[in-house]
């Protein structure tokens, strides 16, 4: 089974600052997609950035960029710039070749904005 | 284009009680899968629907089942609420039944309480 670990229950940072969130994986599938998902108090899950396995360049969505090291079963998500708006609960997921929609999620990081 | 939209926003249900709750996928979208949310924790996959049947299932019990219409909206019934029953249920939807790499929409949740 697959399993994903956010070892950071909460993170803060000072606005225009640069923040780095950590996620760990585990899977024994050859392609899968890794993604990071913010849920402002809003409730609704917004995808951040996404990255395919098989791809060895880093993703990267303006501010936000991933640090995926497949070897190590890690990726974590870098903000730049960091906003007010970035403000929220931060979790990392999986989604492997026989999951269909299914994505298993990480216990999530809070991140604060400090003005 | 509509997104996914879930209702009601908030229920509160007894103990032993059964509830329906509903989710209308964003345009296009013939997948639709839900989660509960504890509080506090990562979103856990209850199943998914494709072409009205369900073809996945997590670690839920029989008393969680659901439904989906031709117009792939799609409904969450619970049966003899328990307490811990208390979350947000989030629904998503996507293209595809297996498409692994087709991005999922969530919607804004509806936060069941039992009492």
């Known amino acids: 089974a697959q399993t994903v670990t956010q070892s950071q229950p909460e993170m803060s940072v000072q606005e225009a600052e640069t923040v780095t969130l950590s996620c760990t994986y585990d899977t024994s599938e050859s392609d899968y997609y890794l993604f990071w998902y913010k849920q402002p108090p809003s409730r609704q899950m917004i995808l951040v950035i996404r990255q395919e396995a098989y791809k060895q360049q880093n993703a990267t969505e303006n501010r936000f960029s991933v640090n995926f090291q497949k070897a190590a079963k890690s990726f974590s998500l870098k903000i730049s710039d960091s906003q007010l708006g970035d403000a929220a609960m931060y979790f990392c997921a999986y989604r492997g070749e026989t999951s269909g929609s299914r994505l298993t999620f990480g216990e999530g990081t809070q991140l604060t904005v400090n003005p | ?115």
Do not use: M
């Not at chain 2, 297996?98 to 039992?114: D, E, I, K, M, Q």
């Open chain 2, 1 to 115: 284009e509509t997104g996914v939209t879930q209702s009601p926003t908030h229920l509160i249900k007894t103990r032993g009680q059964q509830v329906t709750l509903r989710c209308s996928s964003q345009s296009g979208h013939n997948t639709v899968s839900w989660y509960q949310q504890a509080l506090g924790q990562g979103p856990q996959f209850i199943f998914q629907y494709y072409r009205e049947e369900e073809n996945g299932r997590g670690n839920f019990p029989p008393r969680f089942s659901g439904l989906q219409f031709p117009n792939y909206s799609s409904e969450l019934n619970v049966n003899a609420l328990e307490l811990d029953d208390s979350a947000l249920y989030l629904c998503a939807s996507s293209r595809g039944q297996s498409s692994y790499n087709s991005p999922l929409h969530f919607g804004n949740g509806t936060r069941l309480t039992v009492t």
